[in-house]
């Protein structure tokens, strides 16, 4: 049996459904979840989508109101991780959750997956997981507006624009498809996220004050205090495209952004546009995670100490 009959089958007999996205979800991860629900209801069942905390705005933009779980005592049929690597990216919560499910599915495109569940379907490297859904159930959905905007979005967030290695012809060829559905998703992501106000300009341009080079000029790295967050009334969303910046200076083959989330806790982005760099082997030291051009992670301790050690580790990556 094939792992798309093993899972239609269960979804079949299964009186309670539910589906998991990772710690800190990104646009993938949700717009998986959002997109394998509406599949699910598709196939004449109701499932509910178990994240950590609301989504970020930026995220609730593009895929609209939508209803989601973040903790339950239910021992459901059917449990299906989305978009990630390793159990342990769940939160505390829906780990719990997702473990004492009686059958456990995991979908995902990260090519360092664990396979942790009882059925695994892992295509390690392709651009999103988004993608991963669409051909796995392209005999099985029927595509419309929303599902398709919900798949699109993932794919195009994930691999940055169609511009990461990750893209092939086959990632073209399913975003093609799915823009037959939703052709104006490219006006709505400008709307999104083309337009900044002037709080995003502000942090923008302290973000870039900011920046110290390392390794002669191979390292760029941004930090962003909660003060400065403060002080523009912006998010700490606001700044998390600032590795995708450096990335693009001449010279920088590792960009960092680190933003303040707590005491001596703080939220960091890497970033790469070079195929020769691999920044999740440096997320993993760190128990983070990603994708080899774009990965995350959360450090904890003073900041000249934190910032040390991902230098150090990042220059131990550039001399491989």
């Known amino acids: 049996m094939t792992f798309l009959q093993r899972l239609l089958s269960s979804v079949n007999s299964a009186k309670s459904i539910a589906i998991f996205t990772h710690k800190n979800s990104d646009h993938d991860c949700i717009c998986s979840g959002l997109a394998l629900q509406q599949i699910i209801k598709q196939l004449g069942k109701d499932s509910v989508v178990f994240v950590e905390k609301e989504p970020s705005a930026g995220i609730m933009k593009v895929v609209g109101k939508r209803d989601f779980e973040v903790s339950s005592t239910k021992i459901f049929d059917v449990g299906i991780c989305v978009d990630c690597a390793e159990v342990t990216m769940l939160c505390e919560e829906n780990m719990k959750v997702f473990l004492n499910c009686k059958t456990k599915f995991n979908i995902d495109h990260h090519q360092d997956n664990k396979k942790y569940a009882d059925y695994n379907y892992v295509c390690g490297g392709m651009s999103s997981c988004c993608e991963v859904l669409y051909w796995l159930f392209r005999s099985k959905m029927k595509l419309d507006y929303d599902l398709a905007k919900l798949l699109y979005s993932g794919i195009y967030m994930d691999c940055g624009a169609f511009t990461f290695s990750s893209v092939d012809c086959k990632t073209h060829k399913c975003a093609a498809e799915l823009m037959k559905y939703c052709p104006d998703v490219n006006k709505n992501f400008y709307l999104c996220f083309g337009v900044a106000g002037e709080e995003n300009f502000n942090i923008t341009k302290r973000a870039f004050d900011s920046v110290r080079f390392y390794e002669n000029g191979q390292i760029a790295v941004s930090i962003l205090r909660k003060k400065d967050f403060e002080e523009f009334a912006s998010k700490r969303s606001d700044g998390k495209f600032m590795s995708s910046y450096l990335q693009n200076v001449r010279g920088v083959k590792i960009a960092i952004n680190i933003s303040e989330d707590g005491v001596n ?38 900041l000249e100490k934190a910032l040390n050690a991902l230098v150090l580790e990042s220059k131990k990556e550039l001399n491989k």
């Open 265 to 302: 806790e703080w939220r960091v982005s890497l970033r790469t546009a070079c195929d020769n760099v691999n920044v999740s082997n440096i997320a993993h030291r760190f128990n983070g995670g990603g994708h080899k051009q774009a990965s995350g992670l959360t450090l904890k301790g003073e």
